[in-house]
Nanobody, 116 residues
Framework: QVQLVESGGDLVQPGGSLRLSCAGSGTIFSDYTMGWYRQAPGKQRELVATISSYGTTMYADSVKGRFTISRDNAENTVYLQMNSLKPEDTAVYYC??????????WGQGTQVTVSS
């Protein structure tokens, strides 16, 4: 199995920034595509960003230009830099790892709250 632990969630004012971290263990980290998802209460979990094993990134339209996903394979860690945060970004953010045709692994989530 892959174990994923998120950190960095906090309460932040609109327009502020946060950096989320996801530490992975239990397998060869560099073989996995990594992603960030988020889920607000009563809403469906949605994709925020992904980064492939080659470093190719994809973003949801709602976060393009504001969020940046990156990875440090030497440290088995993926990051999500979040800038210009909006109240609608408030959610639990989950780290995800998978390989093609194989199961997805999830972290426990970290709360991000954007409010004045």
């Amino acid at each position: 199995q892959v174990q994923l632990v998120e950190s960095g969630g906090d309460l932040v004012q609109p327009g502020g920034s946060l950096r989320l971290s996801c530490a992975g263990s239990g397998t060869i980290f560099s073989d996995y595509t990594m992603g960030w998802y988020r889920q607000a209460p009563g809403k469906q979990r949605e994709l925020v960003a992904t980064i492939s094993s080659y470093g190719t990134t994809m973003y949801a339209d709602s976060v393009k230009g504001r969020f940046t996903i990156s990875r440090d394979n030497a440290e088995n860690t993926v990051y999500l830099q979040m800038n210009s945060l909006k109240p609608e970004d408030t959610a639990v953010y989950y780290c995800n790892a998978h390989r093609p045709t194989r199961r997805h692994y999830w972290g426990q989530g970290t709360q991000v709250t954007v409010s004045s």
